[in-house]
Every structure is written in structure tokens, then in C-alpha cells.
Nanobody, 126 residues
């Protein structure tokens, strides 16, 4: 059984930093691309960041580029999302996701990801 468990969300003030973690079990972590998506209140889920299975390449949504960093620790089966200079508009439920097929390409399209975590709430106050 594939399981993704996010943690690290919370209530912070604008300008603060926060680091999200997501642990994968039930799959060979170091062969899978990983991604973060988010769903702001009242809006559709949107792409945030993705990292290749090898960890060398990553892509970001324009709205977070330069502020967020995705990384992975294959020894811990964990993907991280370091968020800096948080804005009120970053408020959302954050989800991590992965694909079923090993060594597949990273992607910004949520319909290409088969496995999802339950989400962690990030609230940024002004």
C-alpha cells in the first residue's frame, strides 16, 4: 500500500518561513518523481513544485519561484518544501504527490500523479 504523509503545516505570519515534509512508504522512493500541489480556499488545486527522481532537476510555479525550494532525502524517503517570505496568498492545503511508474518524468500536471497525501494546512496571516 502506497502512503504519503505530509507534516509541517501551521499558522504563520506574512514574511515567515515554514518547511513541509512528506514521507512516502510502499514504493521505492528514490525512483519516483515527487511534487507539491496546493489548494487555496475556494479555489482549485494548483501546481507548486516538482523534483525529478534523481533530485537534480526541479520546476516551480511562477508564483513561488525564488521563495520556495523543493528537495528530497532518499535515505529518509522524504520530500521537503522549504517556504520563505510567505504571503497571505500562499494560504492553502498543501499536498504531496507521486507517480506510479518508476523513473518517470517530473510533471506539473496533477492528473499525471496517481498517489496523493491527505494534505497539510498552511495559513499565512497578514
Amino acid at each position: 500500500q502506497v502512503l504519503l504523509v505530509e507534516s509541517g503545516g501551521g499558522l504563520v505570519q506574512a514574511g515567515d518561513s515554514l518547511r513541509l515534509s512528506c514521507v512516502l512508504s510502499g514504493r521505492t522512493f528514490n525512483s519516483l518523481p515527487m511534487a507539491w500541489f496546493r489548494q487555496p480556499p475556494g479555489k482549485e488545486r494548483e501546481f507548486v513544485a516538482t523534483i525529478a527522481w534523481h533530485g537534480v532537476s526541479a520546476d516551480y510555479a511562477d508564483s513561488v519561484k525564488g521563495r520556495f525550494t523543493i528537495s528530497r532525502d532518499n535515505a529518509k524517503n522524504t520530500v521537503y518544501l522549504q517556504m520563505r517570505s510567505l504571503k497571505v496568498e500562499d494560504t492553502a492545503v498543501y499536498y504531496c504527490a507521486t507517480k506510479d511508474r518508476p523513473y518517470s518524468q517530473r510533471s506539473a500536471y496533477e492528473n499525471e500523479y496517481e498517489y496523493w497525501g491527505q494534505g497539510t494546512q498552511v495559513t499565512v496571516s497578514s
